[in-house]
């Protein structure tokens, strides 16, 4: 005999690309607000060993380029992506943007506004890593807080008359490209009373920072201003074209515009 009892509607998918705190506030907004009718993936890279949990659902790993990203929207049905990611995640970014086009999948950018200098900030502003690294040997810097991420390391190899602070979220299993350094380990949202005492502690003479704006991560450059010391700041990549928003209510309005 046939069943007859009906089945449930399958609800409609949200992935957002994750990787930043407002990816892990959105989650829990979008559950919160559309948790009935929508089922809400956040996607991390799996860069971190043990991620904090997420609102939601949550999936681990790269897709497999921009094919994979394709197959998996197509697998589970994602009806809206949004793309949360961190404003220097660009190749995630660019798949995100492909994958979309190609599917027809409505596609949103959420970036928070870049950090803009303040009275009291002595910023050098540098297109990229390799420009900052530059910046630091042109300034004669002895002592540098290295707080622009695993990825970029390599283009601070090679300088033996720079010591770095490196502050990383978990311990790696090889040594950093780099000739001198120390490092420590902790997870943001940083403190900036405790980050200028972990810069007067280790002799710091300037900092080396991704613009990324918010809140998680500003501690540094604030802790830089009250010391007097300068921050070689990198700019931010321009978004990623679309429509874009900078903040996680104009997300959800939008997705409410797409239900
Ligand atoms: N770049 C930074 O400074 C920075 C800082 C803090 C946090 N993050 C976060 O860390 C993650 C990696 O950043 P990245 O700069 O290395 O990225 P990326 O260079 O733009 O992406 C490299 C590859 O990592 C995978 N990937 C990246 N983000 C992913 C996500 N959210 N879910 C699933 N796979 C993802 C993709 O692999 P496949 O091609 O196999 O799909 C992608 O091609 C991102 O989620 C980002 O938001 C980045």
Same mark, same amino acid.
């Given at each position: 005999?046939?069943?007859?009892?009906?089945?449930k509607p399958a609800k409609a998918t949200l992935l957002i690309l994750g990787g930043s705190a407002e990816a892990a506030d959105l989650a829990r907004a979008a559950v919160e607000r559309f948790g009935k009718r929508l089922r809400v993936v956040t996607s991390l890279a799996g860069r971190t060993a043990a991620p904090k949990k997420l609102a939601g659902?949550?999936?681990?790993g790269g897709f497999g380029g921009e094919e994979g990203l394709a197959a998996y929207l197509q697998a589970e049905d994602v009806r809206l992506v949004i793309d949360a990611l961190h404003p220097f995640a660009v190749v995630m970014a660019r798949h995100a943007v492909e994958a979309c086009a190609e599917l027809s999948v409505p596609r949103l950018a959420l970036r928070r506004a870049p950090w803009v200098r303040q009275a009291g900030d002595h910023w050098i502003d540098v297109p990229?890593? !390799? &420009? /900052?690294?530059?910046?630091?040997?042109e300034r004669g810097v002895t002592r540098a807080f290295l707080a622009?991420?695993?990825k970029d390391m390599a283009a601070f190899a090679g300088l033996p008359t720079i010591w770095f602070l490196v502050?990383?979220?978990?311990?790696?299993?090889?040594?950093l490209p780099l000739e001198r350094y120390g490092l420590i380990f902790a997870r943001g949202p940083f403190d900036a009373a405790q980050d200028e005492l972990l810069l007067k502690r280790h002799?710091?003479?300037?900092?080396?920072?991704?613009?990324?704006?918010g809140k998680a991560s500003v501690a540094k450059i604030v802790a830089a201003r009250a010391l007097n010391i300068p921050v070689v700041m990198i700019a931010p990549p321009a978004?990623?074209?679309?429509?874009?928003?900078?903040?996680? !209510? &104009? /997300?959800?309005?939008?997705?409410?515009?797409h239900l």
């Amino acid at each position: 005999m046939a069943d007859a009892t009906p089945r449930k509607p399958a609800k409609a998918t949200l992935l957002i690309l994750g990787g930043s705190a407002e990816a892990a506030d959105l989650a829990r907004a979008a559950v919160e607000r559309f948790g009935k009718r929508l089922r809400v993936v956040t996607s991390l890279a799996g860069r971190t060993a043990a991620p904090k949990k997420l609102a939601g659902e949550m999936r681990i790993g790269g897709f497999g380029g921009e094919e994979g990203l394709a197959a998996y929207l197509q697998a589970e049905d994602v009806r809206l992506v949004i793309d949360a990611l961190h404003p220097f995640a660009v190749v995630m970014a660019r798949h995100a943007v492909e994958a979309c086009a190609e599917l027809s999948v409505p596609r949103l950018a959420l970036r928070r506004a870049p950090w803009v200098r303040q009275a009291g900030d002595h910023w050098i502003d540098v297109p990229d890593a !390799p &420009a /900052a690294a530059q910046a630091l040997i042109e300034r004669g810097v002895t002592r540098a807080f290295l707080a622009s991420g695993l990825k970029d390391m390599a283009a601070f190899a090679g300088l033996p008359t720079i010591w770095f602070l490196v502050r990383l979220v978990d311990p790696q299993p090889e040594p950093l490209p780099l000739e001198r350094y120390g490092l420590i380990f902790a997870r943001g949202p940083f403190d900036a009373a405790q980050d200028e005492l972990l810069l007067k502690r280790h002799g710091i003479e300037a900092v080396v920072s991704k613009n990324s704006g918010g809140k998680a991560s500003v501690a540094k450059i604030v802790a830089a201003r009250a010391l007097n010391i300068p921050v070689v700041m990198i700019a931010p990549p321009a978004p990623p074209p679309g429509e874009t928003v900078a903040t996680v !209510p &104009a /997300a959800i309005s939008w997705i409410a515009r797409h239900l």
